[in-house]
């Protein structure tokens, strides 16, 4: 990959392939790292005056699942190209009844109940380059970004949208639905939405020192919260087709709300001068 201007983005979208149509001369670049490569090529054009780099967070023709998406790879691309700003828009169930299809959550704690997925790029095992990075802590207490976070809630409110400022979205492993007993017990414990893609997305963010923001928009009522016969996939195609033009206008608005100058928040010192062993991209 060469470093043209064309190549370079600040600011990431991870999402659905619908997101982006937003951008303006699309560049399409492949960018390979040393977890592999990531879920496609990513897609760098601007929005707002701002470079933005848009990654389809399931491949373009939605081919991977959530627990088999190289998390690592897709961070670290990201980074590569020069995003230190990353938005992550998905589809989640919502678990308590006032939040039904069509709600918008930007939530400020997550629960990860996945299994088994790799959500550190400091683990201390080799890479396939042969890099042996160090073992190292990120602070993960307040895992989303707070000026993301703002920004995402005035482009919400500014198009109409009431959101829902904070909560806790739960991350499973998926494919799978919950259970009624399961998801009974997400809501038990007053968690707000539950998704599959949230987590490790956040954390490996973290480790890059990048901003994170999670947008969530609510497709279904969870197993727990309704009483019908359970989450579809069909039912959650058709909420999320319905309000899909309405997040791209959010997504547009927060893409020209986030800090433009020199990042201050927590995020650009989570490691805290720890040395990982391996050369941030
Ligand atoms: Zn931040």
């Known amino acids: 990959m060469s470093g043209g201007a064309g190549q370079r ?32 090529s990513l897609f760098l054009g601007e929005a707002g005056g701002r470079r933005v780099a848009f990654l389809p967070r399931h491949g373009r023709g939605h081919t991977l699942a959530p627990h088999l998406i190289n998390y690592r790879a897709n961070l670290w691309a990201l980074r590569s190209v020069g995003v230190r700003q990353v938005l992550g828009p998905c589809a989640v169930g ?46 993960f207490a307040d895992p989303y970004c707070p000026s993301g976070r703002e920004s995402a809630l005035a482009a919400a409110r500014a198009n109409g949208w009431d959101p829902v400022d904070g909560g806790t979205m739960c991350v499973v492993e998926g494919p799978r639905f919950s259970t009624r007993a399961e998801s009974r017990w997400h809501a038990a414990q007053g968690w707000s939405v539950v998704g599959m893609t949230g987590h490790p997305e956040a954390v490996l963010a973290r480790e890059l020192e990048l901003c994170y923001t999670s947008l969530a928009l609510v497709t279904d009522l969870d197993a727990g919260a309704e009483t019908g016969e359970g989450v ?26 986030l800090p433009e100058s020199e990042r201050d928040c927590l995020c650009t010192r ?4 720890q040395p990982t062993g391996i050369p941030l991209p």
Do not use: C
Request: cysteine-free.
């Open 232 to 257: 579809s996939h069909t039912e959650v195609l058709e909420v999320f087709a319905r309000n899909i033009a309405r997040l791209r206008t959010v997504l547009f608005d927060v893409i020209t709300k």
């Open 270 to 273: 989570s490691l805290g001068g």
């Open 94 to 139: 919502g678990l308590q009844p006032a939040y039904g299809p069509g709600t918008l959550v930007i939530p400020d704690q997550l629960v990860d109940r996945t299994k088994g997925r790799v959500q550190s790029y400091y683990d201390g095992l080799p890479r396939p380059d042969g890099a042996e990075p160090n073992v190292v802590h990120v602070s």
């Open 9 to 40: 983005a600040d600011i990431g979208v991870i999402g659905g392939s619908g997101f982006y149509s937003f951008l303006d001369d699309v560049t399409e670049i492949t960018v390979d790292t040393p977890y592999g490569p990531p879920s496609d």
